[in-house]
């Protein structure tokens, strides 16, 4: 039978001053039957005869002294039962969470109830949980220890306390190494006999480490080995989207929602710069007004999946080759291989200057990427290619050829490039992409592959069913779902960083997850009315649910204008929330030879001589490091007291008073976790303190700690 017991703890004292009490009501659980085995209490102030100490806070006395009574209790239980499994409720916060170690402790008395809690989760075979119910809320067992309580802070009635052999133990022994001591003979952790700590002072053992030991690397750097070529397989598009301002997130839903690994888009009319959303990095160029390109890479499915793992592009793997308003060229170095993304707005004919212009130097970017291991441009032509074009375009004719698409068919003939839209066997649905006004169509949207990669499989289609939120809907998007094998390359090693939600670590349950992507603003209705009625219907839905959102953000937690200001800002309300975010495009400049960093090694040898210099230190390999660190000799004897070594309550104290949001270090432990779990956290480290303490030497991995590039809008 699964056999536990439930101890409802309580404390009571009088208005004067003059009575107080406490009691616990002991609970036999078994299975889904429950019954009253015991009551424990005295009464406190009034009674001569006890030995519990009073500090004037009368109330807070008989609590702390009722969860006290409840453990010792526990513990008295363990020699008669071989395995006993408790919990203690209470009703004062400031108690309870001080004894289970969630808070702070404010008095003496609660110093000592938490040493004893400390010992007692370490005697094998007790479990004790803590729990919080609130007084006089309709719980009957609470209201039992409430009552009893009473009664005994009155002299009413009478039941038994501890013995005063173990009040005296409690009260007079020093329990604040208790806990480690049992902690360490069960599972060795520090060497402990006869009751006392024993440490070697032999020579000092240079280090073990190795240079992935000391600085954690990700596992999947390795992956691929004894294969020649990996799988690859993506989905990019390009469009014209003809402004995106107000409606990035319409568009960014859409293309997550067909699964977009890159987008090429034209036309943005927005600013230059990058910017991480939600699904996407977007990196776009300036708009001069009516202009701008930009290329978007998908944050979860990655710029492509390579043997089923995403390719995520990050900033520092970002080299821009070029950016004016019509062309942006991205060149990505990643685990070993090099991409090239190419988003393009060619001038119409009759700006034919400008056309030639661009096409020249559209064709010099071409031919520096043609040895890339994969290629791809996005390009609203405003021209009509040559097909068929050997190896170039296939048979899939729309309309005449025109002077600008001979001349970037050409181009992409002597880089080594191709449009899978014009092959037949290939493309699907309408070939055409732009509608002009008159009403006639043609296809000037491509997608153009090259690089060495091996291809094995293509597909492309128009799709007609997206929305870029423009009024005039001229533009069609042209999609390209692309399948092939990638030569093997030796990845670069990468930061051990996994990603802690913070917010879930600040609350018991964890914040709930809600299915629905909009986060449950309004329910899903049905629409079964009119156009013009869905809108109204709509506009009243959405300003039904903002205010009822905007309620609730002010409602919960401090109601001071501080505070609640705070909590609108985090939800993204207010002005500043709604300005565009973006920071200027990758582009770090090495201060010694002027010229730029192209790769990711390159942006962290830039960091680290930089801050090196500010720190008035030298970068040396990781493994020299460690040499060096093994090189240690001791300076000495020193005298010092145990009183100097940290007890676990103490380290406690510490990690509760940690601030919340730093940044973890190689450990990747962020502070956050520190501060939400100081007790299990202490108890789990303070062997290791106490042997850094000891021996006269901290480890090696809490020297230093990792630099984090931050743009802080200062340029």
């Not at 004790?128 to 409430?146: F, L, P, Q, S, T």
């Not at 004894?226 to 409606?247: D, I, K």
Request: aromatic residues 8%; contains cysteine; negative net charge.
């Amino acid at each position: 039978q699964d056999v536990s017991f439930q101890l409802f703890t309580d404390g009571s004292a009088s208005k004067d001053g003059h009575r107080s009490g406490y009691s616990v009501i002991a609970l036999l659980k078994v299975g889904a039957v429950c019954t009253m085995v015991g009551i424990i209490g005295e009464q406190l102030v009034g009674n001569a005869d006890t030995q519990w100490p009073s500090t004037g806070a009368l109330a807070l006395d008989a609590e702390q002294i009722a969860i006290a009574t409840a453990i010792l209790w526990t513990l008295q239980m363990r020699a008669l039962i071989p395995k006993v499994r408790c919990q203690i409720w209470f009703d004062c916060q400031a108690a309870g969470y001080a004894a289970s170690g969630q808070w702070t402790v404010i008095n003496d008395m609660g110093s000592r109830l938490r040493n004893l809690a400390l010992m007692a989760d370490q005697v094998g075979e007790v479990s004790i949980e803590y729990g919080h119910v609130k007084a006089h809320a309709g719980n009957g067992w609470n209201e039992v220890a409430d009552a009893v309580a009473k009664a005994l802070s009155c002299g009413n009635i009478c039941a038994q306390g501890p013995p005063d052999e173990t009040v005296k133990a409690f009260l007079e022994l020093d329990l604040a190494w208790a806990g480690f001591n049992l902690r360490a003979a069960r599972d060795g952790s520090s060497r402990v006999a006869a009751g006392q700590l024993w440490w070697n002072e032999s020579q000092f053992r240079p280090y073990q480490l190795t240079v992935n030991q000391l600085i954690p690397t990700s596992a999947e750097d390795n992956k691929g080995i004894g294969t020649t070529e990996q799988c690859f397989r993506l989905r990019a598009c390009t469009a014209n989207v003809q402004g995106l301002t107000g409606h990035y997130k319409y568009v960014e839903e859409q293309l997550d929602r067909m699964a977009m690994n890159v987008v090429f888009l034209q036309e943005t009319k927005g600013h230059s710069g990058i910017c991480q959303s939600s699904a996407y990095l977007r990196l776009s160029t300036e708009a001069c007004r009516h202009f701008g390109v930009a290329v978007w890479f998908h944050r979860r499915l990655g710029a492509m999946q390579i043997d089923g793992v995403p390719l995520v592009i990050q900033e520092e793997d970002i080299e821009v080759l070029a950016e004016t308003p019509r062309l942006l060229t991205l060149v990505v170095r990643k685990d070993g291989r090099k991409f090239g993304f190419i988003a393009g707005h060619c001038p119409h004919s009759g700006r034919a200057e400008e056309r030639d212009a661009f096409l020249e130097q559209l064709a010099s970017i071409l031919h520096r990427l043609k040895r890339s291991h994969l290629v791809l441009c996005g390009i609203d032509l405003n021209g009509r290619v040559q097909a068929p074009y050997e190896l170039v375009c296939g048979t899939l004719t729309c309309d005449d050829p025109d002077a600008t698409g001979q001349k970037f068919t050409e181009t992409l003939a002597s880089a080594g490039m191709w449009i899978p839209s014009t092959y037949n066997e290939l493309h699907q649905r309408d070939p055409y992409t732009y509608c002009h006004p008159s009403g006639n169509e043609s296809r000037i949207d491509y997608v153009v592959v090259g690089g060495r990669a091996n291809i094995d499989g293509a597909g492309s289609e128009t799709c007609q069913d997206f929305d870029n939120g423009s009024p005039n809907e001229d533009h069609r998007l042209a999609a390209l779902t692309l399948e092939g094998r990638l030569q093997l390359s030796q990845g670069r090693p990468k930061l051990w960083r996994p990603v802690y939600d913070r917010d879930k670590l600040a609350t018991p349950e964890g914040a709930r997850e809600q299915d629905d992507r909009r986060g449950g603003a309004f329910a899903e209705q049905p629409l079964n009315i009119g156009k013009a009625e869905q809108s109204m219907t709509l506009k009243v839905m959405i300003a039904e649910a903002k205010d009822k959102f905007l309620r609730q953000v002010a409602a919960e937690g401090h109601q001071n204008v501080t505070a609640v200001l705070q909590r609108a800002r985090k939800a993204g309300v207010g002005g500043r929330n709604r300005r565009p975010v973006s920071r200027p495009l990758p582009r770090l400049i090495d201060p010694k030879t002027g010229e730029v960093a192209t790769t990711a090694a390159d942006r962290d040898k830039i960091w680290l001589q930089f801050f090196g210099e500010q720190e008035q230190g030298k970068v040396i390999p990781t493994d020299s490091l460690i040499q060096q660190a093994g090189e240690w000799q001791d300076r000495g004897d020193s005298e010092w007291s145990w009183e100097l070594l940290p007890s676990t309550a103490e380290i406690e104290a510490v990690f509760r008073r940690t601030p919340k949001g730093k940044a973890g270090g190689i450990d990747a432990i962020p502070s956050d976790l520190l501060a939400t779990s100081p007790g299990p956290l202490a108890q789990l480290l303070q062997p290791l303190y106490l042997k850094s303490l000891l021996a006269g030497r901290q480890p090696l991995q809490w020297r230093g700690g990792i630099l984090y590039e931050a743009y802080k809008n200062s340029g």
